[in-house]
């Protein structure tokens, strides 16, 4: 009789162990806990820096004059400093040197 009250006992534990997993295991899936943000960015979005550079167009001669033409560009890099993209800014600088006669 204590053999078969024993087997019982751990018949029902066994059973009451798997239903609490079972429970658990289905709200995990249904019930957010509380205190969650969502995320803002996307997965796999990097924080990138930015910098406006000067980039060289070419050159031309006018008259006694050399123009050397650059436009700005917002440069986007990431962590390790690589060029992600760039974005012309719509600026343009002009450096003149004066070559004589």
């Known amino acids: 009789m204590a053999k078969?009250?024993?087997?019982?006992?751990l018949l029902v534990?066994?059973?009451a162990i798997n239903l609490m997993l079972v429970g658990i295991l289905i709200v995990r899936h249904q019930v957010e806990p509380a205190g969650v943000i969502p995320a803002s960015a996307k997965p796999g979005q990097t924080a990138l820096r930015s910098e406006?550079?000067?980039q060289y167009q070419g050159t031309t001669q006018e008259?006694?004059?050399?123009?050397?033409?650059?436009?700005?560009?917002?440069v986007f890099l990431d962590?390790?400093?690589r060029v992600v993209k760039?974005?012309?800014t719509g600026e343009e600088k002009h450096v003149r040197y004066w070559k004589g006669t």
């Open 4 to 9: 078969n009250h024993w087997i019982q006992a």
């Open 13 to 15: 534990t066994a059973i």
């Open 52 to 54: 406006i550079q000067l």
């Open 63 to 74: 008259r006694n004059w050399e123009v050397e033409h650059y436009r700005k560009v917002e």
């Open 79 to 81: 962590k390790k400093g």
């Open 86 to 88: 760039t974005k012309p």
